[in-house]
T-cell receptor
Framework: RKEVEQDPGPFNVPEGATVAFNCTYSNSASQSFFWYRQDCRKEPKLLMSVYSSGNEDGRFTAQLNRASQYISLLIRDSKLSDSATYLCVVNGGSSNTGKLIFGQGTTLQVKP | DAGVIQSPRHEVTEMGQEVTLRCKPISGHDYLFWYRQTMMRGLELLIYFNNNVPIDDSGMPEDRFSAKMPNASFSTLKIQPSEPRDSAVYFC???????????FGSGTQLSVL
């Protein structure tokens, strides 16, 4: 089983749609969670951190479910510029906190 | 700050040759990571350093790969000898703490013929 798993997609949605991505992780001791965005042929960039209580940043909402070991990202009112690959990132657990493991990524294509 | 700087941006080499990738982290960052990205396997962590000391190199594929961080402002990833299956984008990233966000360099596109 991979340490961090994501549905690769692609998710094809029209502008204005709401889309949600899930990510599961295998190490129950993981403590840090992030969503990164990667545009084609570019480096990944931090989209948002994920906190236990859930957090929101404009049209983006991240949730953490420790019991089920999954993280979600919700994008409301999709824009063409949201088209990218979204990467779930989890740290390696209490014994290896500095190790950040990336999921394979979920590709989103927003269509006019 | 200039961000994380990697060189070269592109490297084309022949099988069997030695390849050296270079990285300059953001000043003041004490964590440095080397990742490799391919279509098949996504982003894989190869090795990471804390205060110039390698902490976890379990992702280094085999003995042909080696990484060093002689000081806080420079790291290298070396492949010797290189093979076609090493073709990938290699990213270096740095952070200011073990739970802080990563800043990535622009990557090195490596093609081994």
């Amino acid at each position: 089983r991979k340490e961090v798993e994501q549905d690769p997609g692609p998710f094809n949605v029209p502008e204005g749609a709401t889309v949600a991505f899930n990510c599961t992780y295998s190490n129950s001791a993981s403590q840090s969670f992030f969503w990164y965005r990667q545009d084609c042929r570019k480096e990944p960039k931090l989209l948002m951190s994920v906190y236990s209580s859930g957090n929101e940043d404009g049209r983006f909402t991240a949730q953490l479910n420790r019991a089920s070991q999954y993280i979600s990202l919700l994008i409301r009112d999709s824009k063409l510029s949201d088209s990218a690959t979204y990467l779930c990132v989890v740290n390696g657990g209490s014994s290896n906190t500095g190790k950040l493991i990336f999921g394979q990524g979920t590709t989103l294509q927003v269509k006019p | 700050d200039a961000g994380v700087i990697q060189s070269p941006r592109h490297e084309v080499t022949e099988m069997g040759q030695e390849v050296t990738l270079r990285c300059k982290p953001i000043s003041g960052h004490d964590y440095l990571f080397w990742y490799r990205q391919t279509m098949m396997r996504g982003l894989e962590l190869l090795i990471y350093f804390n205060n110039n000391v390698p902490i976890d190199d379990s992702g280094m594929p085999e003995d042909r790969f080696s990484a060093k961080m002689p000081n806080a402002s420079f790291s290298t990833l070396k492949i010797q000898p290189s093979e076609p299956r090493d073709s990938a984008v290699y990213f270096c990233a740095s952070s200011s703490g073990q739970r802080e966000k990563l800043f990535f360099g622009s990557g090195t596109q490596l093609s081994v013929l």
